[in-house]
């Protein structure tokens, strides 16, 4: 069989196509209206924003071919806005129209009780009939989602042939997928759901629609069903090394190279794409690749980035997010490429999201002096407003600056038991740029809010102080931020043992912790730390 996918200009599909190849099956594209009804299995994937999604549809003449096709009873599968799109509109962009084949309008979540988006790992159970499963969806695994808008559970009209399976996030039950013989829409990303999303996308191209499940009560879904876990990432700092190859090192407080004793060389801790399929392995929620040298004098379209990413991608079935280089740019012929280009080029190559570090700096610095006030031309601002917030993540690189009273400072200042050089009991976080080499007039909590005001998704947060000790996150940063913000914060900085995970979920309720060091030289393994995590009561992937 044939799998065509839809390409309307949505955001990674390459990890839908590698998803499908993987499992052995054909993929064609549907780049032409007149071509959907030929089609003998379709896929519609969704990235991004509601409006933008529909828009496009819309433009390029789809909207009715698709709708037909969906109602056909052929292999029909939506994937996140993609099952947005199948209602009759979205809060997010009520200019626009959806699909219209089921009643209803795609809701906001609640920002009062918990962070949004939504992103990570959790549970999607059928709760009608819980003695069977669906497209595989077992209610013990965990899927990956990445939304701020969903479709509520409650008072929901389909029609009575189709089953529901529904996913708790804080108080609110929203739908995970809807299935009937031949129709699967999900709303989170089975090519980005490991092993549970890929028996998923095998069940529905199989035609393996239900089966029974053996010993499953009531309770135990309920249990299996109730949450969102934490995340343990792996970070790959990407650079060229002296003799032009590209490899992962590790910085010490940001210096990537070896003591003046070893001769100064650059470490080496391996090659991107066989770690990134290591910690894959190994069960990292998600990788992410940091170009810590933005391969400046190199054209956009060779960028050796997006050869890593397209390779890793094709055997790695979690979220990949790039950071370095998105911004602006123009190649060596004079070529412009604007930020939401770049952007777009990386996650077709295989990127679900893009870090940006300085330029939310500069951005920031820009929002500020215009009175808070919105320039939509920021890359902040022009990337989430075409793939979504969930698809901008921030990386800040603070330092921490002591003072003896917060009267000194304009910034934010938190009292702390670790004493300054002279006995300062207050500190707060300045923000840099440039790899930490330049420090700017803003703080951490300034930067974090000012991002989550333009559209950011996510916060990845760095620690220069920590950087490479060993020593654990600095917990009072990650609290700081975290209580700042209502968009996901990562910790990063410091980890050396499984304690320091524990130590800065609980203390901090961060939604996800980052580290290198420790996973490059084997010194703690993610298998290791994850198990450490659930015999300490925190809720993990495995």
Known sequence: ??????DYGSGNVRSLVNAIQHLG??????????????????IFPGVGNFGFVCESLAKEGYLEPLRKYALSGKLFMAVCVGIQALFEGSVEAPEYKGLGIFPGMVQKFNSKDKTVPHIGWNSCAVRSNTQKEYYGLKPHDKFYFVHSYMIPATNLQLPSDFHVATTRYGDEMFVGAIMKKNFLATQFHPEKSGAAGLRCIQAFLSGNYEKPISGMDTQL????????????????????NDAGDLVVTKGDQYDVREKANAGGEVRNLGKPVELCQRYFEEGADEVVFLNITSFRNCPLVDAPMLQVLAKAAQT????????????????????????????????RSGADKVSIGSDAVYAAEQYYANDQKLTRTTAIETISAAYGCQAVVISIDPKRQYVKSPDETKHHAIKTPHLGPNGEEYAWYQCTVKGGREYRDMDVVELARA??????????????????????????????????????????SGAGVSEHFEQVFKETDCDAALAAGIFHRKTCSIEHVKEHLQNSNVLVRF
């Not at 069989?1 to 839809?6: G, K």
């Not at 299996?224 to 650079?239: E, M, P, Q, S």
């Not at 990650?478 to 910790?491: D, E, F, Q, T, Y």
């Open 1 to 6: 069989m044939v799998v065509s996918i839809l």
């Open 25 to 42: 099956y054909e993929v064609d594209w549907i780049r032409n209206p007149d071509e959907i009804e030929k089609a003998e299995c379709l």
């Open 221 to 240: 879904l309920e249990n299996a069903a109730g949450g969102l876990t934490k995340r343990v990432i792996a970070c790959l700092d990407v650079r060229s």
């Open 316 to 347: 790695v079935f979690v979220p990949l997010t790039v950071g370095g280089g998105i911004r602006e740019i123009i190649d060596p012929d004079g070529t412009v490429h604007s930020a939401v280009e770049v952007a777009g080029t990386y996650f």
């Open 451 to 492: 991002c989550e005001a333009m559209g950011a998704g996510e916060v990845l947060l760095n620690c220069m102080d920590q950087d490479g000790s060993n020593a654990g996150y600095d917990i009072e940063l990650v609290r700081l931020v975290k209580g700042s913000v209502n968009i996901p914060v990562i910790a990063s």
